[in-house]
């Protein structure tokens, strides 16, 4: 089981919103100023990073993406969804409690 | 450019010990805050962070994994060496390494490689 959870799946139709949430705890993601970061997994390839320090976009990726932390969640929006899109999502952060980096179980979308 | 590599073998017997290579280019493992660590998936599952060396030759590892694995450096060569021992099966997966450099995230990604664990 992973110590930040994810749900396993979400779809939308193209042009659709989506969310993906990413639930952790007070030793992660809600400890102050720990960051959480997001990846996009394209089928066969590794992670790239699409969101980091809860909000940031790299250079490069669309602001369809978005990124947002509240509490002990983070939340990741995907507004105007296309075909391209479709991937394994997985969200990152810092556990103080196991003393290591966390991932998410990931979140695959397809796109309809 | 930034490019990290993962070299070793394909495929360990149960019980062998299975050694990586991450051979990396455009940055140096001497700057300050840099990090380069690794992260392994098993085939259809999710991502599992390893171990962690800074360019302080400080070493973080797994809580589950920590007795099994030992990371070090050969900044000369931009080289970072990931051992695990006493392989099994379910060790099974595609082996990434990444660098850190900031706010714990894992910037840039090697390819990853495949190691099977079968006899």
């Known amino acids: 089981q992973s110590v930040l959870t994810q749900p396993p799946s979400v779809s939308g139709a193209p042009g659709q919103r989506v969310i993906i949430s990413c639930t952790g705890s007070?030793?992660?993601?809600?400890?102050?100023?720990?960051?959480v970061h997001w990846y996009q997994q394209l089928p066969g390839t590794a992670p790239k990073v699409l969101i980091y320090?809860?909000?940031n976009r790299p250079s490069g990726v669309p602001d369809r993406f978005s990124g947002s932390k509240s509490g002990t969640s983070a939340s990741l929006a995907i507004t105007g969804l296309q075909a391209e899109d479709e991937a394994d999502y997985y969200c990152?952060?810092?556990?103080?409690?196991?003393?290591?980096?966390?991932f998410g179980g990931g979140t695959k979308l397809t796109v309809l | 450019q930034i490019t990290l590599k993962e070299s070793g073998p394909t495929l360990v017997k149960p019980t062998q010990t299975l050694t990586l290579t991450c051979t990396f280019s455009?940055?140096?493992?001497?700057?300050?805050?840099?990090?380069v660590g690794w992260i392994r998936q098993p085939p259809g599952k999710a991502l599992e962070w390893l171990a962690l060396?800074?360019?302080?030759?400080?070493?973080r590892y797994s809580p589950s994994l920590k007795s099994r694995l030992t990371i070090t450096k050969d900044t000369s060569k931009n080289q970072v060496v990931l051992t695990m021992t006493n392989m099994d099966p379910v060790d099974t997966a595609t082996y990434y390494c990444?660098?850190?450099?900031?706010?714990?995230?894992?910037?840039?990604w090697g390819q990853g490689t495949l190691v099977t664990v079968s006899s």
């Open positions: 990444a660098r850190q450099q900031q706010l714990s995230l894992f910037d840039y």
């Open positions: 455009g940055f140096s493992l001497s700057t300050g805050g840099v990090g």
């Open positions: 060396i800074y360019w302080d030759d400080d070493k």
């Open positions: 007070s030793s992660n993601i809600g400890v102050p100023g720990y960051d």
């Open positions: 320090g809860n909000t």
């Open positions: 990152q952060s810092y556990d103080s409690s196991l003393s290591c980096w966390v």
